[in-house]
Nanobody, 128 residues
C-alpha cells in the first residue's frame, strides 16, 4: 500500500519559516519517483508549489520562486519543503504527491493531474 504522510505544518507569523516533511512508504521510492508539493484552500483549485524529479532537479512557479525550496533524502525516503519569508497568501492545506516520471510530467509537473498518489495534507497558516 502506497502511503505519503506529511508533517511540519502549523501557524507562523508573516516573514517566518516552516519546513514540511513527506515520508513515503509502500511502493513509492523517492529515489526513482517524481515528487511534489501542492496546496489548496477550500473552494479553490489545487496548485503546485514545488516539484522534484528523480535526479533532484526542482521546478517552482513564480509565486514561490526564491522563497520555497524542495529537497529529498533518498535514504530516508522523504521529501522536504523549506518555506521562507512566508506570506498570508501562503495559507493553505499542503499536500505531498508522487508521480511516475513520464515525459509529460517534465512538461507539466506543477499540474496536479500529473501526480497519482497523494497524502492527507498538513495545514499551513500564516498570520500578519
Amino acid at each position: 500500500q502506497v502511503q505519503l504522510v506529511e508533517s511540519g505544518g502549523g501557524s507562523v507569523q508573516a516573514g517566518g519559516s516552516l519546513r514540511l516533511s513527506c515520508v513515503a512508504s509502500g511502493d513509492t521510492n523517492v529515489a526513482t519517483a517524481c515528487m511534489g508539493w501542492f496546496r489548496q484552500a477550500p473552494g479553490k483549485v489545487r496548485e503546485g508549489v514545488a516539484t522534484i524529479e528523480r535526479g533532484g532537479r526542482p521546478f517552482y512557479p513564480d509565486s514561490v520562486m526564491g522563497r520555497f525550496t524542495i529537497s529529498k533524502d533518498n535514504a530516508k525516503n522523504t521529501v522536504y519543503l523549506q518555506m521562507n519569508n512566508l506570506k498570508p497568501e501562503d495559507t493553505d492545506m499542503y499536500y505531498c504527491a508522487a508521480a511516475i516520471c513520464t515525459p509529460r510530467w517534465y512538461i507539466s509537473s506543477l499540474n496536479p493531474s500529473m501526480s497519482e498518489t497523494w497524502g492527507q495534507g498538513t495545514q499551513v497558516t500564516v498570520y500578519s
